[in-house]
């Protein structure tokens, strides 16, 4: 079972890997105006569909090879807790990194770092409102091995969109609130069915 979860897992993060790249390339025949077409323009109507289509795209090929690695990687390790759960802390680092730069950005956006941070965010506080010790050490191990991404939610880096970062972050921390795996006791009873105890 463990196995075919992890094929799953390596398949559906490729594949948005190479989505990507598709992206990349076919914006590339296309040409810039590609980018301000599909890209997030902030406070601007024309630019709300850039917070679907910006992500998947982006201005060059190092931002586009910074992103693939991390993207694969949170994305395999989300994905092992099943497709359901990964596909809500995708939509919510999505949307909120996509809102946050409409509403607060400085110019023109594209890139899936946003949701590469909310992926990241999410494995980094799962194990706490999940209260797994093997969630909270792979969060520990991330941390040393990627922790200087944190950085990237600070306006530190000209031409970086830290409103991205931060607000897609933000909504991974908030599918992990809302994913959080509730434990409470069960009671059995001879007379009836079991119930549960505590908050649901």
């Known amino acids: 079972m463990l196995a075919k ?11 948005l890997a190479a989505l990507i ?14 980018l301000r077409e599909l890209g997030i323009l902030p406070r601007r109507v024309d630019g709300l569909d850039g917070i679907l289509f910006g992500p998947l795209l982006h201005a060059g090929i190092n931002h586009l090879l910074g ?13 092992l807790e099943g497709i359901r759960r990964y596909l809500v802390v995708l939509a919510a680092s999505w949307l909120a990194s996509g809102l946050g730069v409409w ?23 799962r194990g706490i409102y999940n ?5 909270l050490l792979l ?10 991404l944190l950085w990237g939610v600070l306006p530190v880096s000209i031409g970086v969109s830290w409103q991205a970062h931060l607000f897609g972050a933000a909504g991974g921390v908030l ?3 809302l994913l959080s795996r509730r434990n409470p006791s069960r009671r059995t009873s001879k007379s009836g069915p079991s119930r549960w105890e505590g908050p649901l």
């Open 21 to 34: 790249w598709v992206c990349y390339f076919l914006s590339m025949f296309a040409g810039p105006a590609a």
């Open 103 to 125: 509403l607060f950005g400085g110019g023109l956006t594209v890139g899936i770092s946003g949701v590469v941070f909310g992926l990241f965010a999410y494995l980094m506080v």
């Open 5 to 15: 979860r992890a094929r799953t897992a390596l398949y559906v993060s490729l594949g």
């Open 67 to 79: 992103n693939t690695l991390p993207l694969v990687l949170f994305s395999f390790l989300t994905l």
């Open 175 to 177: 599918a992990a609130v």
């Open 139 to 148: 969060g520990g191990a991330l941390f040393l091995v990627y922790g200087s």
């Open 131 to 135: 209260r797994d010790i093997v969630q």
